[in-house]
């Protein structure tokens, strides 16, 4: 099995950066796809970013500019650098990854971490 751990949410104001990471245990090897997805309150879950291990990104397009997704292979670990972070950002982020190479990996799921954008 795999384990996703993310750490990094916080509160933060409008315009100001954070960055996310998730750290994968257990059967890593057969990992090809991390990414994140979010969920705001009130709303479902929508896909945020993702990676493979061919280094390939995803974005959804809101995100696109403002957030960047990349992976250290040594240290099974994917982060997302969130820049210039607006309310809308407010959401739970949970880290996902899958075992085949997808651009929007969804087999194995974090718990989440909340991010908090005050305006």
């Known amino acids: 099995q795999v384990q996703l751990m993310e750490t990094g949410g916080g509160l933060v104001q409008t315009g100001e950066s954070l960055t996310l990471s998730c750290v994968a245990s257990g059967v890593v090897f057969k990992l090809k796809s991390m990414g994140w997805h979010r969920q705001a309150p009130g709303k479902e879950r929508e896909f945020v970013a993702a990676?493979?291990?061919?280094?390939?990104?995803n974005y959804r397009n809101s995100v696109k500019g403002r957030f960047t997704v990349s992976k250290d292979n040594t240290k099974n670990t994917v982060y997302l650098q969130m820049n210039n972070l607006k309310p809308e950002d407010t959401a739970v982020y949970y880290c996902?990854?899958?075992?085949?190479?997808?651009?929007?990996?969804?087999?194995?799921w974090g718990k989440g971490t909340l991010v908090t954008v005050s305006s």
């Open positions: 996902a990854a899958e075992r085949g190479v997808s651009l929007v990996p969804m087999d194995f």
């Open positions: 990676i493979t291990d061919g280094g390939s990104t």
